[in-house]
Each structure stands twice: as structure tokens, then as C-alpha cells.
């Protein structure tokens, strides 16, 4: 007994043809295809990120909270994309021992870049310590000084990294106090000054009476020097950068622990894909052993199979998730598992009232006489009649699986080692993206869960409309 | 959307299948279904205790330790350390037997199984009654479930009756463009988490329009009367409105199939041909023959979007039993609420489901009990 292609190929291929005759059908098989595409190369697309979705160490060059890039077409404004020097060219000067590096920046955006951060790594053979000071000079000639310090250089190592950001506590107060007089020049009067403000804006601001309430993005150039004192200066260029955050950066945008959401996003069509595609093909083959045996044998066999898959029916799918994930552990694994063992009773429901059709038809009635054994009458003649059936309804279960997955991860019980698209909300919803704005961080991933839901619903639906004619009057 | 759709469908397919059309309802098919509702809720209770029993045997070991503790500090200081150690060791056994911890580990299994069939989940490890004494499981679940019962009954009689006016509507114009944006609406929204449309909402109406609180939390407190149910109306509007716009077009759809098909047989055509009124042929004929499906599948679809509804709660901190859920995995680790809620959340299930069958049997009389088809 063996499963033969022959007994497949006839059918697959007049399925296939009427299939292609379904439009929204070919649109699911399209999204499907593509999702796969994504799927299979995310390790190449998106390297490094599976495994470190939690290393935040990984993203730490990336701007918080950034919009996607196209948010500057749909929304109001204009955003700073993301900006990284890594050239590190210092000018000619007089003084051994001094380095002076300037960046200019061109603003030209409503929303200028909303961090700086610096990174100067060096080596010192003789000094112990050397100086750094970094200078923010304005399109208005205005100054402030960002940094005045001194780095120690390793006695063995005979090396100094010094790494700053506007948004450290000296950035804060440093140009909280530049901003401070201006505001108190327009408002002489003001007892209670507004305390917070983000450090990004007043640097790029007007110094109107604005700056510490309602900050205006002033356009044109600016400057950022960095000077750097010490004896037998050398700066370590690959080691030293600067980096103006965006507001907007890839094509999803970033969460607030400056992660790449396109990234996350990719392997979240991986899982979903994974999870959905290894759940109902286990159930379709469970579900098709179950209701073919069924209802081959008919008579006792089928009356005890049939009581037993009532039973299982009954038992609620949410709360065994809910408990045999908290007690056995915290795995897509587990998820996988438990939702196959309890996946297939509803299908094999289906197929069984199918299958009683198909064993009254002549060429199995046929088959049975000429004594044919029961298990090559179910695989040869039976199975491929019922299997595009199968298909369609796996197809249908694929939406709910995968909201399932991204239910249990807002309760707390997703799978913590990679990333899902309920894995993205979950984390999207406990950091207050919702309440601070950050649509995208809400609106993609979801997008990823009815994308993925939509495309099997439509491929399913279709397949389901070319393999049973009767549903095709409604 | 209901969370889980597939075994609504499979429901509605094992009704249609199962109808043998030659006697009518009996005791039998219902004496069946309830035995069937025990056997679930047994299978379920069992597998609660035994999945659980390591994790639970785990926290009453926590709490033994901490009661001996507790006992040690209240020991007069002059006692002898000899006596002292015997009567700590004799309080720590007294404690172990109390719950039972050294007992076989079937016997423990059972026991919880027997416990938690008869609704008596213990104390709770760390969580307390809000605003109450003690810690007791069934007064914490009691305390948060009319919130959920609240929240969700409301949306559901609003999704069901919406659902069932524009399921008829599409299907008196089956065909029409309109007919088409609805199946495609249902389609869609049926393939997005609820949840996630909480998030959208709150985004949309809280973040950006600021009509309404993102948090339901907390409820408001020292006012009464009118004051305090405006708070509450205004806390749930959004979830509520949540919940309706996601299930009612799935329904919508599902009356529209069941009304279609039914729309198709012959004596529907026989009332047009002699020419009966379309209205009267929608309401009077059809309505009467697709209503058990109807009824049936809205209970179940009720019964399916727990689920979802409960993580909904979550986002929007409304003080329910998904709400209660939550916290109970991710800040208290408490395995007695845990069981609780999954007990309670299934025995609803069960109970309303063995309803949607009793319903069914009484509506339709060709239901009989049985496998096996005789048409």
C-alpha cells in the first residue's frame, strides 16, 4: 500500500485550473507567496535579530520612537531621517596635541533630529587625561557648550572613550540653562517656568518666547564641534562616530527600545506563517485519518469516534492554551502542540460527513468489491477526492491560530526567545505606545496579523468555492 | 471577532450534519448533552489539576514556610532552643498535613480536581480581595466577574441584534454591491483581533481626539448616583463600541448564509411563485426555519469571543476577569487565581454551550441523538 502521485495529479491540476479563475483567491495565493518569500529569507533580510530582539545593545544606534519613512507623505511636517557619521576628519590647527572635528548639519525639517549622540574613542601615549569639549554652534551664531570634560586614559591600555548624548543629565541641564535665559528674556515675569523639555528641540529651536513651551524648528545650518586636548593625540576612527537620531527611520519605524519594527515585522510573518502552516497541516492529516476511518467503517466504529470527538469539541480551546502554556512552559512549542491536539476535531467533523458521500460512490463501492483492502481503498480512492476539501478548511483555521498566538502574548504567556506579532503589541501596549502616539507600533504588526489572516481566508474561501460547486450558487 | 471561529463553524456543520429527520426531540438527546457537558468540564477540571498540581504544590510550600516563620516569631523568647525546635518542626508538620502536601500525588491531583469541580479554589498565594478581607479565590473572581459580565452582555445583546438586522438586510439584497462590502466587511473584521481595534480606538479617540479615558482604571470612586454611572458609561463606551464593531459583521455574514440557503429551498420558492410578499417570505417563511441556526450561533459566538473579550479588557484596564488574568500570570504568579479563572471561564463556556444545544432541540424538533445519518 502506497500513496501513488498518479491518484493526485489529475485533480490537483483541474483545481488548479479553475483556481486561477478566482480573483480575490489569486490575490490570498499572492499575499501567501510573498509572506513565504519574507519567511524563508528573513535570516538574510533581516540578519540578526531573532535571537536578539531583547539585546538592546543590538539596536543601540537606532533613533527611539521613530515613524516610518513614508510618514512625511501622509502626515502633516517634515521629519530628520536618520543621520550617521562615521567619517572622522579633523581640521589642521596650531596647538599639538588638539583635535578639532566639525559636522554640519543642515535643518531642514518641522521635526529636527530628536537626539545626538557622540562617540570618541582615542589612544594617548603620554597624557593621562584628555580633554574634550563639544560645541553646538547655531545658524544664528549663537553658542552652547554641550560638554566640557576630561577623560581618563587607561594606564595599560593607554586608551579613552568618552560617549555622550544630548539626553544624558549634563546635555539636559546644559541646555535647559542656555534655553532658561532666553525664555526669561521674553518672560521676565514667569515664577514657574516649565521644567521638562525635550533637550533635541531648544537646540534647533527659535529663541523666541517659545523656546521652552512650544519650540519652533528654526531652518539652516549648524555646526557641532568636538575639540579634543591631550599630549600624543590619536583617534581611533572606526571606534568614533556621531549620530543625529531621526524622527523617522526604516520602513516601519522603531519601538521605544530603538528597535527596527521592519525587522521584528519579517520574522513575525516567519512565525506566523510557521505556527499557522505546522498547525493545520497536523490537523489536516490528523483530521483526515479520523473522519476517512470514520466513515469507512461506519456502523459502532463511527458512533464511538463520533462521541469521542463530541467530547473533545466541548473542551474550550482559550483556557487549556492559557494553562498548559503557564505550567509546561513559555514556548511557541507548547503552543503548537496543544493547539494541534485539540485543532483537528472540528475538521475531521467536516470531513467525515464528506467522506460518507464518497463511500457510497460507485468506483469505492467498486473497489470494495473486488476486495480491495480497507486502507488502500482510503488512500488511493478516497483521500485525494477529500483532500482539497481539507485543504480549504486548514486554510480557514490559519486567521484564528495566529490571533490566538498574539492573544496569549498580550496576557503574558508568549513565547519570550522570538519575535511574533503578538509579541510587538504585547510589548507596544505595556510601553504606552498607544496613549503616547506611536501608531505605527500598533497599527504594522496588526496589519501583519490580518495580512497573514486575510490571505488564507481568501485563499481558503476560493478553494472551497472551485471543490464544492454547491457552495458556489450562494 | 471570535477568537476562535473554526469551532463555531464546526458547530453549525455537526447541526446540519447530525439532524436525522424522523423522530422528534427527546429526553435522550438531551439527557446526552448534559452527560456530555459533565464529561468536558471533568476532562478539563482534571486536566487544570494535574498540569498544575507541581506549580500549586510549589506555592503551598512557599506558604507553609512563611506560616512557620510566622509561628517562630510569635514563640515566647526564654523557651528553651531544644523545645523551641520541637514545637516549630510539630507546627510545620501540623501546616504540611493541613494541605496535604506529603499525600500520594494522585490523591493530590483528585483531590484538587474534586475542589475546584465544586468551585472551592482556596486562597489565593499573594492576591487579596480587593477592598474586602482575606484572599480567598472565589471572592477575588467574584469581584472583578461583574465588570466582565457587565461589559460583555451589554456588547452582546447590541452586536447579536445589529448582527442578525444587517445579516437579513444582505441577504434580502444577496448579490447587490452592498450585500458584497458587507461579506467583505465581515470577512476583514473578522480576521483582525479584537484587541487590536481596542488599541486603534485608543489611539484614534483617546490619544489623538481625547473624547474618552484610555484607562478604565480606576473606577470611579466616592460618587454616587448619576455621577457614578456617567463614569462608568464613559469608561465603557470604547471597549464596548470595540467589542460590537468587531463581531457584528462576522454575524451579519453568518445570518446572511444561513437566511441564503435557506432562501434557496423549494417551498421558499413556492411561496414567491404563488405571491406571497418578499418582506413576509424574508420574516415570516425563512426567519422561522433559519432561527435555530441563528440562535444557536449567537450563543456560541458569544461564548467564542470570551477570549478575545478578555484580553480586550487588558487593554483597556478595564477591572474584569481578563484584567484579573493578567495580573495574575504576569505580576503575581498566582497559580490558585489562575486555576480559578480558567475554571470559571470554562464552566461558562460549557454551561452556554450545552444551552446553544438544548436551544437548538427545542427550536428545531427534526434534532434526534445519533451519528448516523437516515435521509
Known amino acids: ?474 | 471577532m471570535a477568537i476562535f471561529p473554526d469551532d463555531q463553524k464546526t458547530y453549525i456543520h455537526n447541526l446540519q450534519y447530525d439532524i436525522s429527520i424522523t423522530m422528534p426531540a427527546s429526553w435522550k438527546y438531551f439527557a446526552l448533552r448534559t452527560l456530555n457537558a459533565v464529561i468536558v468540564l471533568l476532562v478539563v477540571v482534571f486536566l487544570i489539576s494535574l498540569l498544575f498540581s507541581h506549580l500549586a504544590d510549589e506555592q503551598l510550600e512557599g506558604t507553609v514556610a512563611e506560616e512557620v516563620r510566622g509561628y517562630a516569631q510569635g514563640l515566647p523568647e526564654e523557651m528553651p532552643v531544644e523545645e523551641r525546635r520541637q514545637r516549630i518542626e510539630e507546627y510545620r508538620q501540623e501546616r504540611i498535613d493541613h494541605y496535604g502536601l506529603e499525600d500520594p500525588f494522585w490523591e493530590k491531583v483528585l483531590r484538587r480536581t474534586w475542589d475546584t469541580f465544586i468551585f472551592d479554589f482556596g486562597d489565593a498565594n499573594s492576591m487579596q480581595v480587593p477592598g474586602g478581607e482575606g484572599s480567598a479565590v472565589i471572592e477575588i473572581i467574584m469581584h472583578y466577574l461583574p465588570r466582565t459580565i457587565l461589559l460583555f452582555t451589554t456588547s452582546a445583546v447590541i452586536y447579536i441584534l445589529l448582527g442578525i438586522a444587517v445579516g437579513l438586510k444582505a441577504a434580502q439584497v444577496a448579490g447587490t454591491r452592498l450585500d458584497k462590502f458587507l461579506s467583505l466587511f465581515g470577512i476583514v473584521t473578522s480576521s483582525m483581533p479584537m484587541w487590536w481595534v481596542g488599541m486603534l480606538a485608543i489611539l484614534i479617540f483617546s490619544f489623538g481626539l481625547g473624547w474618552f479615558p484610555a484607562s478604565a482604571y480606576p473606577f470611579p470612586v466616592g460618587v454616587e448616583g448619576w455621577e457614578y454611572y456617567s463614569g462608568v458609561l464613559r469608561r465603557m463606551i470604547m471597549p464596548m463600541a470595540t467589542i460590537v464593531l468587531v463581531l457584528f459583521g462576522g454575524r451579519a455574514w453568518a445570518v446572511r448564509n444561513m437566511v441564503t440557503s435557506v432562501l434557496q429551498d423549494d417551498y421558499i420558492m413556492a411561496a414567491r411563485a404563488k405571491g406571497v410578499p418578499e418582506k413576509k417570505v424574508i420574516y415570516g417563511h425563512t426567519l422561522k426555519t433559519a432561527s435555530p441556526p441563528i440562535v444557536t450561533a449567537a450563543i456560541l459566538a458569544f461564548l467564542m469571543s470570551i477570549g478575545g473579550a478578555m484580553i480586550t479588557e487588558v487593554i483597556f484596564t478595564w477591572p474584569g476577569m481578563g484584567y484579573l488574568l493578567r495580573r495574575a500570570i504576569f505580576e503575581a504568579h498566582d497559580v490558585p487565581v489562575i486555576m480559578g479563572i480558567v475554571f470559571i471561564t470554562t464552566f461558562l463556556w460549557v454551561v452556554g454551550y450545552l444551552i446553544a444545544d438544548l436551544v437548538y432541540g427545542y427550536l428545531d424538533p427534526r434534532v434526534e441523538v445519533g451519528a448516523e445519518k437516515k435521509v
Open chain 1, 1 to 474: 500500500m502506497s500513496i501513488r502521485l498518479e491518484d493526485y495529479k489529475e485533480r490537483i491540476s483541474s483545481i488548479a485550473k479553475e483556481f486561477k479563475g478566482e480573483r480575490m483567491g489569486m490575490l490570498g495565493l499572492g499575499i501567501i507567496v510573498f509572506m513565504l518569500i519574507l519567511a524563508v529569507f528573513a535570516p538574510w533580510i533581516a540578519p540578526d535579530t531573532d535571537g536578539r530582539w531583547a539585546d538592546y545593545d543590538r539596536w543601540a544606534d537606532n533613533p527611539r520612537n521613530a515613524a516610518p519613512v513614508w510618514a512625511d507623505y501622509i502626515l502633516p511636517g517634515s521629519r530628520a531621517p536618520h543621520d550617521i557619521r562615521e567619517d572622522f576628519d579633523d581640521m589642521p590647527t596650531d596647538e599639538p596635541g588638539l583635535k578639532v572635528i566639525e559636522y554640519h548639519y543642515h535643518n531642514d525639517y518641522d521635526y529636527p533630529p530628536g537626539d545626538i549622540s557622540i562617540r570618541v574613542h582615542g589612544r594617548d601615549e603620554s597624557a593621562s587625561t584628555v580633554q574634550i569639549w563639544i560645541d553646538w554652534i547655531r545658524e544664528d551664531g549663537k553658542e552652547i557648550t554641550l560638554l566640557d570634560t576630561s577623560s581618563t586614559v587607561g594606564e595599560e591600555s593607554r586608551e579613552f572613550e568618552e560617549r555622550y548624548t544630548i539626553r544624558s543629565d549634563a546635555g539636559r541641564e546644559n541646555i535647559y540653562d542656555w534655553a532658561y535665559t532666553y525664555h526669561m528674556e521674553h518672560h521676565p515675569d514667569d515664577e514657574d517656568p516649565p521644567e521638562r523639555v525635550d533637550p533635541s528641540r531648544p537646540l534647533f529651536a527659535y529663541t523666541d518666547e517659545n523656546i521652552l513651551r512650544d519650540p519652533q524648528s528654526q531652518r539652516g545650518d549648524y555646526v557641532l564641534r568636538i575639540e579634543i586636548l591631550g599630549e600624543d593625540l590619536e583617534i581611533n576612527e572606526e571606534a568614533s562616530r556621531v549620530l543625529f537620531r531621526g524622527q523617522i527611520y526604516g520602513l516601519m519605524g522603531t519601538d521605544s527600545n530603538r528597535r527596527d519594527l521592519a525587522q521584528g515585522w519579517i520574522y513575525g510573518a516567519r512565525y506566523a506563517l510557521i505556527t499557522g502552516g505546522i498547525v493545520s497541516i497536523a490537523s489536516i492529516a490528523i483530521a483526515t485519518v479520523f473522519g476517512m476511518t470514520s466513515a469507512y467503517f461506519g456502523g459502532w466504529v463511527d458512533e464511538a469516534m463520533q462521541r469521542i470527538n463530541e467530547i473533545l469539541i466541548g473542551i474550550p480551546m482559550f483556557p487549556i492554551l492559557i494553562i498548559t502554556i503557564y505550567s509546561i512552559g513559555r514556548s511557541i512549542w507548547v503552543f503548537v502542540a496543544v493547539y494541534t491536539i485539540l485543532g483537528w476535531r472540528g475538521l475531521a467533523k467536516i470531513i467525515r460527513s464528506r467522506g460518507i458521500q464518497i463511500r457510497q460512490d460507485t468506483y469505492v463501492e467498486a473497489a470494495v468489491s473486488l476486495g480491495s483492502g480497507s486502507g488502500r481503498i482510503i488512500l488511493r480512492h478516497m483521500v485525494p477526492q477529500i483532500l482539497p476539501y481539507a485543504l480549504a478548511e486548514g486554510a480557514l483555521m490559519i486567521p484564528a491560530i495566529i490571533i490566538a498566538e498574539a492573544g496569549l502574548s498580550v496576557l503574558g504567556l508568549g513565547d519570550p526567545t522570538i519575535v511574533t506579532f503578538g509579541r510587538m503589541l504585547d510589548q507596544a501596549n505595556r510601553g504606552a505606545a498607544t496613549v503616547s502616539g506611536y501608531w505605527w507600533w500598533v497599527l504594522l504588526p496588526g496589519i501583519g496579523i490580518i495580512l497573514v489572516g486575510f490571505s488564507f481566508i481568501a485563499a481558503g474561501m476560493a478553494l472551497e468555492r472551485v471543490v464544492n460547486p454547491k457552495m458556489r450558487q450562494r
